[in-house]
């Protein structure tokens, strides 16, 4: 069962823009966290959100949720060319297993 | 820092083949996960362990089995490996159960099964 979709599929920009990612989930949750993953490799953690927060900093990340919509965001500012990887988001389900999107692909052009 | 490790980056075998994914964490987690990841389909969990000696299907265990005899280890066993299989394979550990806190990942091991 799929939890959390992000939205877009495939970003592209240029190092120095902005890069804003999408999540949607189905149920309630009392987090939701965000990871990367570069080519390859494992998932990295990210940043986590408790269901009682609206935004989070780490960074040049910012994260924002809003459990009324049942949706978050992943904003990455000035972005380089190492911010190049896929994102992906991450909620438990009812029985606390987690469960992960199909992820964002972000490319930065230098 | 936490450090969760896998025996092999790349694996190459056989049709029939009994694989072995070795995974091993340093942080004395309780937890430990293995997953699939394909194209489109993103991560799928195979099997997870809430202690010792424990172990729990989840999603898509058909085909594999899992042995934790000790805290820090976690195997995936795959008994005789199919071409279906063939997929890259993370391993995760984490301080509580399921999905209340971070996870964290291996580096995973991309398995060819030909």
């Known amino acids: 069962s799929q939890q959390g979709e992000e939205d877009p599929q495939a970003l592209s920009i240029q190092e120095g823009e902005n890069a804003t990612m999408n999540c949607s989930y189905k149920t309630s949750i009392n987090n939701l966290q965000w990871y990367r993953q570069n080519s390859g490799r494992g998932l990295v953690h990210l940043i986590l959100?408790?269901?009682?927060?609206r935004e989070k900093h780490s960074g040049r990340l910012r994260v924002t949720l809003d459990t009324s919509k049942k949706s978050s965001s992943l904003l990455i500012t000035a972005s380089r060319a190492a911010d190049t990887a896929s994102y992906f988001c991450a909620t438990p389900d009812n029985t606390d297993k987690l469960i992960f999107g199909t992820g964002t692909r972000l490319q930065v052009f230098p | 820092d936490v450090k969760v490790t896998q025996s092999s980056r790349y694996l190459v075998k056989r049709t029939g083949e009994k694989v072995f994914l070795e995974c091993v964490q340093d942080m004395d987690h309780e937890n430990m996960f293995w997953y699939r990841q394909d194209p489109g389909l993103g991560l799928r969990l195979i099997y997870f362990?809430?202690?010792?000696?424990?172990?729990e299907k989840g999603d898509i265990p058909e085909g594999y089995s899992v042995s934790r005899e000790k805290k820090e280890r976690f195997s995936l066993i795959l008994e005789s490996a199919s071409t279906n299989q063939t997929s890259m394979y993370l391993c995760a550990s984490s301080y509580t159960q399921g999905g209340r806190e971070t996870q964290y990942f291996g580096p995973g091991t991309r398995l060819l099964v030909l």
């Open positions: 362990s809430y202690d010792v000696k424990m172990k």
């Open positions: 959100i408790r269901s009682n927060e």
